[in-house]
């Protein structure tokens, strides 16, 4: 017999995921899950599945694994973070309104905002503070870049590298309405300067300093929002003088308030999280 399982469908800023409460139901295989079940036109459509569990150590709450689309697992997500913070909270499976979340890329600290009705209104997430040189992710002498170029088949890209745990590289342009974002995002994604492939981030400053931001995710494409990348982008603005601590990342889904924190060098993410719709689906 065929197991179905309870899913939930969230999104922060536009960028969509499928959440399982691994409390309730075991995902044996959860690579191909996500490929599956994220195909817009034969699965429920979505930027790839996150699975909350409770945390295997005293030190978090909760635990988080994240599948993109394309079946790989991501170190971290800002906006699924985020809607775990709502999934806990409004499901009640805890009253807690600052909640401690492990990912692959560290221990997170979620603290909701809630609204005169008790709903989460948004949520801001301590992504600790930015590595801004590794060399298992960007091939360089001392694994770092700051508006450097690297060269690809479709040109000459200027950018600076950013680890939210994650890699990203932060390419800013005069017009983004200009950027072909998937040809130049998977040529970049893919070269050899990232050993672990990259998330590739275009950003343009508008009049008012907000950053106008479109993203290349590692593993899932064009998404409406990436809350690693906004965090990424927030800081290249500040390494380059483009921006202060504080900024306004604008991305397709929606605005996040991001601020890299001068007291203890921590960035901290603010943004919406939103239900979308409950349902069943069965096991691939």
């Given at each position: 017999?065929?197991?179905?399982?309870?899913?939930?469908?969230?999104?922060?800023?536009?960028?969509?995921?499928?959440?399982?409460?691994?409390?309730l139901?075991?995902?044996?295989?959860?690579?191909?899950?996500a490929?599956?079940?994220?195909?817009?036109h034969?699965?429920?459509?979505?930027?790839?599945?996150?699975?909350?569990?409770?945390?295997?150590?005293?030190?978090?709450?909760?635990?988080?694994?994240?599948?993109?689309?394309?079946?790989?697992?991501?170190?971290?997500?800002?906006?699924?973070?985020?809607?775990?913070?709502k999934?806990?909270?409004e499901?009640?499976?805890?009253?807690?309104?600052?909640?401690?979340?492990?990912?692959?890329?560290?221990?997170?600290?979620?603290?909701?905002?809630?609204?005169?009705?008790?709903?989460?209104?948004?949520?801001?997430?301590?992504?600790l503070?930015?590595?801004?040189?590794?060399?298992?992710?960007?091939a360089?002498a001392?694994?770092?870049?700051?508006?450097?170029?690297?060269e690809?088949?479709?040109?000459?890209?200027?950018?600076?590298?950013?680890?939210?745990?994650?890699?990203?590289?932060?390419?800013?342009?005069?017009?983004?309405?200009?950027?072909?974002?998937?040809?130049?995002?998977?040529?970049?994604?893919?070269?050899?300067?990232?050993?672990?492939?990259?998330?590739?981030?275009?950003s343009?400053?508008?009049?008012d300093?907000t950053?106008?931001?479109?993203?290349w995710?590692?593993?899932s494409?064009?998404?409406?929002?990436?809350?690693?990348?906004?965090c990424?982008?927030?800081?290249?603005?500040?390494?380059?003088?483009r921006?202060?601590?504080?900024s306004?990342?604008?991305?397709?889904?929606?605005?996040?308030?991001?601020?890299?924190?001068?007291?203890?060098?921590?960035?901290?993410?603010?943004?919406?999280a939103?239900?979308?719709?409950?349902g069943?689906?069965?096991?691939?």
């Amino acid at each position: 017999m065929t197991k179905t399982i309870r899913f939930t469908k969230m999104h922060g800023a536009g960028n969509d995921y499928i959440y399982v409460d691994t409390l309730l139901y075991n995902i044996p295989d959860p690579g191909k899950a996500a490929i599956l079940w994220s195909a817009y036109h034969t699965g429920i459509g979505s930027d790839g599945l996150v699975l909350i569990g409770k945390s295997p150590i005293p030190e978090a709450d909760y635990s988080m694994r994240i599948f993109n689309a394309d079946g790989s697992e991501a170190m971290m997500c800002g906006n699924a973070s985020r809607c775990i913070g709502k999934y806990l909270y409004e499901k009640g499976i805890t009253d807690k309104t600052e909640i401690r979340l492990l990912t692959l890329s560290g221990i997170k600290t979620l603290r909701l905002h809630l609204a005169g009705d008790g709903k989460v209104e948004s949520v801001t997430v301590d992504m600790l503070a930015p590595v801004l040189a590794n060399t298992k992710q960007l091939a360089t002498a001392d694994g770092a870049m700051t508006e450097g170029k690297i060269e690809t088949e479709s040109g000459s890209f200027t950018g600076t590298f950013v680890s939210m745990g994650n890699p990203h590289f932060v390419i800013f342009v005069d017009d983004i309405n200009k950027v072909d974002v998937a040809g130049w995002g998977v040529v970049l994604e893919h070269n050899k300067m990232f050993p672990e492939r990259c998330n590739i981030e275009f950003s343009q400053v508008l009049p008012d300093g907000t950053l106008r931001t479109r993203v290349w995710e590692r593993g899932s494409g064009i998404t409406m929002a990436c809350g690693t990348g906004a965090c990424a982008t927030a800081v290249a603005a500040s390494l380059t003088g483009r921006a202060g601590r504080a900024s306004r990342v604008a991305m397709d889904g929606g605005t996040l308030s991001i601020e890299w924190s001068e007291t203890d060098g921590h960035v901290y993410m603010t943004g919406p999280a939103e239900f979308v719709f409950d349902g069943e689906i069965a096991l691939p």
